[in-house]
C-alpha cells in the first residue's frame, strides 16, 4: 500500500462537511492511499511513500460528464447505430450547400469517397 502526498498545491477544491459544499484551500496537502483520501487540509505530517509537488497545480475531484439528452437519445440510439450522424442536409443536391450560404458544397454519402458521412463537412 502505497501512500501519496501532493504537497502544497496551489488550490485544492474539498468537500466540507459542516459547510455541505464544496470550499478552495490554498496551498494545502493532499495524502491518500489505495485511492481513498487520508489527509486534505494543511501541512500533512504522516508517513508518505511517493511525493507530488503541487505548486502550480489545483486538485479537485475526477469529472463526469453528465451532459445528457434524454427526451431524444433513446430515439436516436436505433437509427445513429444504422446510419451514423448524417447532416439534417444530406438530402439536397452536393451543390445546394446548408442554409443561406450558398457558395458551400455540402459533403454527403454520395458524394464522399467512403459512401457515408459521419458529421456534415463544408467546403468552400
Known sequence: MTITVIRNADVVVAWDAQAAGHVYLYGAD????DGKILFVGERYDGPADETVDGQGRMVMPGLVNIHSHPSSEPLNK?????LGRMPLCAARSSQSGCGTDRSATVVT??????GRCACPRLST
Open 30 to 33: 493532499v495524502a491518500f492511499e
Open 78 to 82: 436505433g437509427f445513429l447505430d444504422e
Open 109 to 114: 454519402p454520395e458524394s464522399s469517397s467512403s
